[in-house]
């Protein structure tokens, strides 16, 4: 497995359920990279 390094920046367009799994399995892998989640969903992934 590799070693992503801390100056990793992910988007994830749109939210949802499948939006709150992409990060949680960006987080597994990436502890420090910054995520930002784009929608017009009224409620958080």
Same mark, same amino acid.
């Given at each position: %497995?590799?070693? +992503? $390094?801390?100056n990793?920046? *992910?988007?994830? &367009? $749109? /939210?949802? %359920?499948? #939006?709150? *799994? #992409? &990060?949680? /399995? =960006?987080? !597994? !892998? $990436?502890?420090? /990279?910054? =995520? +930002?989640?784009?929608s017009?969903? #009224? $409620? &958080?992934?």
């Open positions: %497995m590799s070693t +992503l $390094d801390n990793n920046e *992910y988007v994830i &367009v $749109d /939210g949802g %359920m499948v #939006a709150g *799994y #992409a &990060v949680n /399995g =960006i987080r !597994k !892998k $990436d502890m420090n /990279g910054s =995520i +930002l989640v784009v017009n969903d #009224a $409620d &958080v992934p």
